[in-house]
């Protein structure tokens, strides 16, 4: 419901309008100056006669700046006679004149026709705002596609160059480490591009939550074997189970569970220091499974917690440690379309807990 403001001198003019236009729109009238700056109250439009204008022609004035550029409409109801001590000033001030007396259709047509302008000035700067925003994030992109694609490029050039030019200088043990190390940059690279393409596309919000039964320790086993090969010697992830209400298959969506995992088990073994250990705890409880992920590293600012999830977001203290800003935002969407939760707890070089809760349906 629209909300106007009602500023009349003339009591009784003041309450039948206000009776008026009650019967449409929140009607907020003043007893007197004092009230009006005082209150709290927001509103769509004014209307105001003459005398009130003259008393608070600088709090219009101040108050119309205030909210710009989004229009806030101030219509001024005076009499005939009073027409002539108009000036041209006073258009910086008010947007709409009715001469009184005036049928009550009429001043309704006139409200809603400055209340329709109103909100397309307010969806004119919301489209601006997002504007701003998608532009902010496409330079944030560049920025990060940049170096997270270039860099790679580059090695994998290097490594080719080497292996056309040299081949014969290396050993059969020392060429395979350069394919290595050229497949493994491929496959980082590809996993970049995926999760662009994950969230610019809107993949997920898309996709429908498709559970299917699953023995979700075994399926948690294999994806922490898999991670922990792809991390080598450089950390530890211990999976722990724990026992109390251990039910041997649920229902899940293991495709966005994956995403979820992942992200965070990657996350983890990226930001923690080399030898450190990564957690993956595994708790039944009933109606609800809990993931607690827990790594030994850098911890996340506190001014940086709240954005924390949102796409290309990084925190400041990553230094040089690679990476698109994109993973949690894709965790908190697949946790979105799943139903549950996530928290964390971090302290700043001693390490993150992650608490991901999901409903749980047994089979």
Known sequence: MSKILLLLEHKENRRLLSIWLGKNYEVFSPNSDTELFQSSFSFDICILDGRALDKLNHWVLKTKKAQEPVFLPFLLMTSRQDVSILTRHLWKSIDELIISPIEKMELTARVEMLLQRRQLSLQLQLANQNLQ?????????????????????????????????????????????????????????????????????????KQTFNPIPLDLSKFCSVLVHEIQLGAGSSHIINFLVAEENFEPKVLVDQKLLTHILINLLTNAIKYSPKGSTIELQLIYQPEKIIFEIKDQGIGIPQKDQKQLFNSFHRASNVGDIPGTGLGLAIVKQCIDLYGGTINFQSQINVGTIFTVTLPLTLV
């Open 133 to 205: 925003e998608l532009n902010k994030l496409k330079t944030r992109f560049i920025s990060i596609a940049s170096h997270e694609l270039r860099n790679p490029l580059n090695l994998i050039s290097g490594y080719a160059q080497l292996l056309m030019q040299n081949s014969s200088k290396y050993s059969e043990e020392r060429q395979q480490d350069f394919f290595n190390r050229i497949i493994t940059t491929v496959k980082n690279m590809t996993g970049t591009l995926n999760d662009v393409l994950l969230l610019s596309k809107g993949e997920l919000t």
